[in-house]
């Protein structure tokens, strides 16, 4: 992913004769009206810019050890509710067991907002705000979309608890702009989002994805798409990911099953903080998830990121993930399949590992579960830690840095539970089939 994939009119030039290569236009009025249309665009996206990057600085947790110690609370009290008989259906995986026992599940949807952990944990989507039901899954015109079709929830200024009518599968012609305050809610139903464009979070908080498939997603761009009821600009090309997390905080993807994009499965860069990854499914990819933009950019150094009781499923060959700079708590994920390495680094990046289940494959010069993206002996201050891992077929966790220190306390946002679990945390892992009247 780079930075121009994402930005609205970068560069000025290129983008206009890559829009007249295309379009055809050669009046001086044509011309005249698509340079404006790219200047406003470009002073939106700086204005959204600055405003993210202050919404993002206060998303950082100054004290995640109190982090650490609510999520710990909310485990033992879940823990000693089930042993008394209150949550007969409890898996131990706290997310899970606070949502999937309600019969009426779907009469409680906002309920869900309350469930995330870790990072990500304050993200509400759009618990404030009203239902609003997908019902057309066509997505025709990415200027003016139609009520009734994703995308035209997905722009909406207010906040909005998005469902689905029906079965439905979803081809986007550009890439899906959220808005800020946003839940796409996919239990009961089967929703696709496939064969095109998916899912950009960029400059905007508050969203949370729960129950997609997103698949075989597409580049796409050089064309003008719509992010709010009053703007619209110009996109340049995009990458292809499955969903991509751009200068945004208070995110949260909990139980999609991804696979096979042209790109990544989830990126997140940019300075986007604040987030939380969990119960989703992983299959059939090279590049997983990118977690920090670049080496030099120094804004992702506030990046925190809770990765949960995911499954990296078959396929898979490496990035699960790969971290620059900031916080990352791996804890309690399945990993059945890689075929170069699970997780990966550069730039410093604090990575606690907790309670993981690591199946290292059969190629005997692919047992490591880390990576370190090069840099002559300076890795060795890199703060990483291997506590509690299960390592199957010859796996291996190479740590470094001071152990149990503050870095890693930083890095922790949840509790781990131990790894001969795993295997039942992740059972449920990817987009669920909820139906009505049953337990999920």
Known sequence: MTVSSRRFALPLFIIYIVFVSIN????????????????????????????????NDNAVDENPDGVASMVDMTIRNSTERRKLGFLSCGTGNPIDDCWRCDRNWQRHRKSLADCAIGFGRNAIGGRDGRYYVVTDPNDDDPVNPRPGTLRHAVIQEEPL??????????HLKQELLMNSFKTIDARGVNVHIANGACITI???????IHGLNIHDCKPTGNAMVRSSPSHYGWRTMADG???SVFGASHVWLDH??????ADGLIDAIMGSTAITISNNFFTHHNEVMLLGHSDTYDRDKMMQVTIAYNHFGEGLVQRMPRCRHGYFHVVNNDYTHWEMYAIGGSADPTINSQGNRYLAPVNPNAKEVTHRVITQGRWRHWNWRSEGDLMLNGAFFTPSGTGAGASYARASSLSAKPSSVVASLTSGAGALVCRRGRQC
């Open 24 to 55: 055809g236009a050669s009046s001086v009025e044509d011309k005249s009206e698509l340079q404006r249309l790219i200047d406003n665009s470009t002073l939106a996206n700086r204005r959204n810019e600055e405003l993210a990057n202050e919404k």
């Open 161 to 170: 608890w998005i469902i689905f009518k029906r079965d439905m599968v979803i």
């Open 202 to 208: 960029q400059y905007v908080t508050n969203v949370i």
């Open 241 to 243: 990911d499955g969903i």
């Open 256 to 261: 999609n099953s991804l696979s096979n994009c």
